[in-house]
């Protein structure tokens, strides 16, 4: 029986395709049809799949790029007690080169040292305000770096002035 109805289509082929139904006919299928739903964009796996690739990467960002100098707290006990024998050390050693400098001129000149010192010293206390509320490895060694260049800084003058007292005093003898 098969083979009959397909002789049947293959003989009639051109009949069937030059026939079109009419406009009632496909009516009658589109409402005989189930309602189609409209896709929710949530249902979507496309949203899905780039939802997560955001959220890996998002995940591998935030792994990565955490601070890394963020210390635990003993550690951080442990930091500021090291540093403040740091900065013990060197504040006395400060304090001596400036006193030396007040013995040998009387007061610090106007002049470019006292600019760049007192920057140094307004530096150092943002600085320390930064190490009172989170402290890290990076604030301390730019605090210690901040007090060497200022020793630095200290040693270059008490130079220049012994230099100019050294000037005056071959003067002062030949008068």
Known sequence: MSDSLNDFVKKNREAFDQREPSDKVWNAIDQSLPAMKQKSLWNSVVVWRVAAMLFLGLSIYLFVARPSSVVRKPEV???????????????DQIAEKVAFIDDLNGTFADDQFTQDFQ????????LREE???????KVRDALILNM????DLLNQQI??????NKKERPEQSSI
């Open 77 to 91: 006990a442990q930091m500021q007690r090291e540093f403040s024998d740091q900065e013990m050390f060197y504040s």
């Open 119 to 126: 920057k140094l010293d307004a530096m150092y206390q943002v």
């Open 131 to 137: 190490m009172k509320t989170r402290p890290t490895e």
């Open 148 to 151: 060497l260049v200022r020793i």
């Open 159 to 164: 130079k220049r002035l012994e230099d100019a």
